[in-house]
């Protein structure tokens, strides 16, 4: 809370606000700082048509202002103006905050009593009078109404009384004659604290008062902050209540400003509903610059660690180097001491040069310093504003006045946002790094002791992986990675190291000099462990912290429910298929340019799970017998499919078909294929079996079991037949999978 004090405070009087009101420019400022601020402008200046006032004002005559020169850029502050005998050029003095601001022209005759008028009303502001804000310097002319054409800022006025309210001392006893003793109760009827004495005295608990409800003191502060505010009432019609928004001029405004005023030809809505919006939108801003601040609190305690390990506690001012045959920090003396020990094995020469080199580390230590230093004290100012700026917008939103409430929420907002961007990419990342990347080679020989100088020797610091540009697709896993910021260290290649997705030993994937790498022919359903280290002429580095991806799940488990898992989808691969196969469609229509049958696989293979697959004939001339199933990776390409011991097929001609596998022939089965058929293959590689369908139809028993390992969709085919694949199917709907133990109640 004592970091929001700020926010609560008058930039002209540097006290808390009284009576603040709203500038055009949405800052605020006290109706009395107001008062003295104004500066009378002359007649012939003054710009009739610049009328400003605090109801819709979203436009400055910029122009005509800048004739005036209220603002000096010479000093920054608020100056009068010269050659004027009601406004003779007067020093501009400083508030407590150190906004620079000018005492009224003409000082004020000392107050007669008689005179003086009511306490609630204004004194009378000299026509042509102007203002300039203290923040912003934004100046523009007031019009008949003077200051009362700005609005209140009763929620800027509410929060300041909790927060002073907070800052009290313990609530004491109104009715006590002298010293006032501690409240012990307050009665929420007569809206008094009472101490026990005088609750007894005063508000004894019979008659009339045994129905008044006694609270604690705390409560009932809490009581009075949650009362209803006095409905506010609009600045153009003073006896009506605000109903409606403006969106056009983003203000509150009554019935009589949209019959007859400048509001009625714009878009309005419900006050509520617009109370409602923003309050959301304010603390949907208020959530992203939350955690900014978080980001940078951690931030500063990872400068200060800085600090600590650029210079020791125990050796304040000595330099700190890194090792460069581990990442073992040495603090500055021990570095020293090493410098010294072998500069004096260099006789004359070496001592000189070892002169240098300690004033180089020293001169490093005190930049590090400087610039670590400098960013924590960037860092902390901006996020006390930002901390002192959240806790504002919190209590702005517990206000219950929607009028009040939407007269500063646009400029709220805005702030937010724009705090919010302030922390944006690169703010919080460290200037310096707090290591010194300096070892001390002492090899040369005392011919060479005029070149000695630090080099590096130093291995790689561990990568980072950038989680937004690693993925996953159906088997195959990309990851991308980068060095860390501030890092110099020169690096020669990475190493990439992923599980066996079963949580087993580590293995390299890929060695070289990329920052990204795509592995291919990963298991489906199946999570994946990965981690990546650097290496150089000096040593291979640490890991970076380990990324766990899980592969696309293909199909169904026997615990899973049927058309709930994913599937997998895939084309054709032409890289493995035989030169004569013909390919279209994005790899999904293959045929041949051959009368011989031949082959091609898919470009996914599947070890577990269950996968459904169909291909559709497009062209079927001649009767011929193409053949459809699954192979391995190094099946014969050249002849049908079935033929070796690297294939499982049905083969199928016009009346019939045929299970092959290493060129046996089983099962023959009535019913073929037509132009306009659809082939389908069913792996079910949790219980072990392949089975096919014709159009919807079971062909057969199961057609093979014990079927383990790495299997790819495959066809053969000739140029009479051409065939679509289509993948992402689910499951047949009369397949339910089942006890692996028993693969011969499918059929």
């Given at each position: 809370m004592e970091e929001m004090e700020e926010e609560l405070k008058c930039p002209v009087c540097g006290s808390f606000f009284r009576e603040p009101i709203i500038l055009p420019c949405s800052h605020n400022i006290c109706l009395a700082c107001a008062r003295n601020i104004l500066v009378q402008t002359p007649d012939a200046e003054s710009p009739q048509s610049s009328r400003a006032s605090g109801s819709g004002v979203s436009d400055y005559d910029y122009l005509d202002l800048?004739?005036?020169?209220?603002?000096?850029?010479?000093?920054?502050?608020?100056?009068?103006?010269?050659?004027?005998?009601?406004?003779?050029?007067?020093?501009?003095?400083?508030?407590?905050?150190?906004?620079?601001?000018?005492?009224?022209?003409?000082?004020?005759p000392p107050?007669?009593?008689?005179?003086?008028?009511?306490?609630?009303?204004?004194?009378?502001?000299?026509?042509?009078?102007?203002?300039?804000?203290?923040?912003?310097?934004?100046?523009?002319?007031?019009?008949?109404?003077?200051?009362?054409?700005?609005?209140?800022?009763r929620v800027l006025e509410g929060v300041v009384d909790r927060y002073q309210q907070s800052k009290a001392a313990a609530l004491k006893c109104q009715l006590c004659e002298k010293s006032p003793k501690e409240a012990t109760v307050m009665c929420e009827q007569c809206d008094v604290f009472y101490c026990d004495p005088c609750r007894l005295r005063c508000h004894p608990p019979r008659g009339p008062l045994a129905k008044h409800r006694l609270v604690p003191p705390a409560q009932g502060r809490v009581s009075r902050r949650q009362s209803p505010r006095k409905t506010s009432t609009c600045t153009e019609h003073e006896l009506e209540?605000?109903?409606?928004?403006?969106?056009?001029?983003?203000?509150?405004?009554?019935?009589?400003?949209?019959?007859?005023?400048?509001?009625?030809?714009?878009?309005?809505?419900?006050?509520?509903?617009?109370?409602?919006?923003?309050?959301?939108?304010?603390?949907?801003?208020?959530?992203?610059?939350?955690?900014?601040?978080?980001?940078?609190?951690?931030?500063?305690?990872?400068?200060?660690?800085m600090v600590q390990h650029i210079q020791p506690a125990d050796a304040p001012g000595r330099p700190l180097v890194t090792s460069g045959w581990g990442t073992l920090q040495?603090?500055?003396?021990?570095?020293?001491?090493?410098?010294?020990?072998?500069?004096?094995?260099?006789?004359?020469a070496l001592n000189r040069r070892k002169a240098q080199l300690l004033s180089r580390v020293n001169k490093e230590h005190e930049h590090k310093l400087k610039v670590v230093r400098d960013q924590i004290a960037h860092c902390t100012v901006k996020l006390r504003q930002t901390t002192g700026l959240m806790e504002y917008c919190l209590e702005v939103i517990k206000e219950n006045d929607p009028s009040g409430f939407l007269q500063i929420s646009d400029a709220l907002i805005r702030r937010v946002h724009?705090?919010?961007?302030?922390?944006?990419?690169?703010?919080?990342?460290?200037?310096?790094?707090?290591?010194?990347?300096?070892?001390?080679?002492?090899?040369?020989?005392?011919?060479?002791?005029?070149?000695?100088?630090?080099?590096?020797?130093?291995?790689?610091?561990?990568?980072?992986?950038?989680?937004?540009?690693?993925?996953?697709?159906?088997?195959?896993?990309?990851?991308?990675?980068?060095?860390?910021?501030?890092?110099?260290?020169?690096?020669d290649g990475y190493i990439l190291e992923l599980d066996d997705g079963n949580g087993g030993q580590f293995r390299e994937v890929y060695v070289g000099k990329e920052t990204m790498c795509t592995v291919d022919?990963?298991?489906?359903?199946?999570?994946?462990?990965?981690?990546?280290?650097?290496?150089?002429?000096?040593?291979?580095?640490?890991?970076?912290?380990?990324?766990?991806?899980?592969?696309?799940?293909?199909?169904?488990?026997?615990?899973?429910?049927k058309n709930l898992a994913p599937v997998a989808w895939f084309t054709f691969d032409p890289s493995s298929a035989h030169p004569d196969i013909?390919?279209?469609?994005?790899?999904?229509?293959?045929?041949?340019?051959?009368?011989?049958?031949?082959?091609?696989?898919?470009?996914?293979?599947?070890?577990?799970?269950?996968h459904y697959w169909e291909l559709s004939v497009?062209?079927?001339d001649n009767h011929p017998d193409p053949a459809f199933g699954v192979a391995r990776v190094d099946a014969l390409k050249d002849v049908m499919l079935g033929k070796d011991d690297k294939a499982w097929a049905m083969y199928v001609d016009n009346n019939r078909s045929w299970f092959m596998h290493n060129n046996s022939h089983t099962n023959r089965t009535d019913g073929g294929i037509s132009k306009g058929a659809t082939v389908g293959v069913l792996l079910d590689l949790t219980r072990g079996t392949l089975m096919f369908l014709v159009n919807d139809e079971q062909q057969g028993p199961v057609a093979f079991e014990g079927m383990e390992g790495l299997f790819f969709p495959a066809i053969s085919l000739n140029r009479n037949v051409q065939v679509t694949l289509h993948t992402g199917l689910p499951i047949p709907e009369f397949y339910t999978p089942g006890d692996p133990q028993h693969p011969s109640s499918l059929c």
């Open positions: 800048d004739k005036m020169s209220l603002y000096s850029e010479a000093d920054s502050g608020y100056g009068s103006y010269g050659g004027f005998a009601s406004a003779p050029t007067t020093p501009c003095q400083k508030s407590p905050n150190g906004v620079r601001v000018f005492p009224p022209a003409v000082p004020p107050p007669q009593h008689h005179l003086l008028p009511h306490p609630g009303s204004l004194l009378p502001i000299p026509r042509n009078s102007c203002i300039t804000c203290p923040q912003c310097h934004r100046s523009l002319i007031l019009d008949d109404r003077g200051l009362r054409g700005f609005p209140k800022n209540n605000h109903s409606m928004y403006c969106v056009q001029c983003k203000m509150p405004v009554c019935y009589q400003c949209l019959e007859e005023g400048k509001h009625s030809t714009h878009e309005v809505k419900a006050l509520g509903a617009m109370w409602k919006l923003h309050k959301g939108q304010l603390s949907q801003a208020l959530n992203i610059l939350s955690d900014r601040a978080k980001e940078a609190k951690e931030f500063l305690v990872q400068l200060r660690n040495e603090n500055g003396v021990e570095f020293e001491a090493c410098l010294v020990a072998q500069c004096d094995a260099l006789i004359d724009m705090t919010e961007s302030q922390w944006g990419k690169g703010t919080l990342t460290p200037r310096m790094t707090s290591d010194f990347d300096l070892t001390l080679d002492s090899g040369p020989l005392l011919q060479t002791i005029h070149q000695l100088d630090f080099v590096q020797m130093k291995v790689p610091a561990a990568p980072i992986l950038q989680l937004e540009e690693c993925c996953t697709q159906n088997n195959s896993a990309t990851l991308s990675w980068k060095q860390p910021p501030l890092s110099n260290v020169q690096v022919g990963l298991h489906f359903n199946s999570t994946y462990k990965s981690r990546v280290k650097a290496f150089n002429t000096s040593g291979v580095g640490q890991y970076s912290k380990t990324l766990v991806m899980q592969t696309s799940e293909t199909g169904y488990t026997p615990c899973e429910l013909i390919f279209s469609n994005d790899n999904l229509t293959a045929t041949c340019n051959s009368y011989d049958d031949r082959v091609v696989l898919g470009n996914t293979g599947f070890s577990r799970g269950i497009d062209r079927y």
